[in-house]
């Protein structure tokens, strides 16, 4: 139950103002090429079950105490990346890590697997990406002043479900909101269950 309560409550702070993507959104995205890293950070074994396409895995990345090689270079304003794990939460705590350590740039939370392979899209077994950028890309380009600043994942297709007129602002808060919401409630099932059932 304690560690129940403690991974509880990790994710909550994790989620705290991170900016959750659709699979949509995400698959979206993708497709435009508008991320310079895609970052996998379940373990090897959940890796090696199937993951998302042109994905970097860094195992276990919400467990670290420093950023692993593999994505240094990513830490510039400039730069747009996904974090998924295969429910959202390691990713939301991973990116809070992220954050902590200096990466400045666009982080989405792209959610996990479960909500990809429910929305209707595949996993591969490839070989791990290097991040287009990290330092071990050849060519990368740094972050300049002159950049534009990077935007959100391109619309969807007509043929998918299109969102609301609000802001991705909007929506993102209305996301942890009833994340957090549903979260408590399982917590008081699970509380009530235990201690009165």
């Not at 993951?51 to 270079?73: K, M, R």
């Not at 510039?76 to 390691?90: F, M």
């Not at 002043?145 to 991705?168: D, G, R, T």
């Amino acid at each position: 139950m304690i560690l129940y309560l403690l991974t509880l409550a990790i994710a909550l702070h994790a989620a705290r103002g991170q900016t959750i993507i659709s699979p949509e959104e995400f698959y979206n995205g993708i497709q435009s090429n508008a991320y310079d890293a895609i970052i996998d950070v379940r373990t090897l074994e959940e890796w090696n079950d199937g993951h998302i396409a042109n994905a970097t895995h860094v195992e276990s990345l919400q467990l670290q105490t420093s950023i692993p090689d593999d994505i240094l270079g990513c830490e510039g304003w400039c730069r747009t990346i996904v974090v998924y794990c295969r429910s959202g939460s390691r990713a939301g705590v991973a990116i809070e890590l992220m954050l902590e350590s200096g990466f400045n740039g666009t982080i989405y939370n792209g959610q996990g697997v479960s909500q990809w392979t429910a929305a209707g899209y595949g996993l591969v077994n490839t070989e791990s990406n290097a991040a287009l950028c990290s330092v071990e890309v050849e060519n990368v380009s740094s972050c300049s002043p002159l950049e534009a600043e990077p935007s959100a994942p391109s619309s969807m297709p007509s043929n998918q479900p299109v969102m609301s007129s609000s802001s991705s602002a909007e929506q993102s808060f209305s996301f942890n909101v009833m994340s957090i919401s549903m979260s408590f409630l399982s917590f008081e099932v699970f509380l009530g269950l235990h201690l009165w059932g």
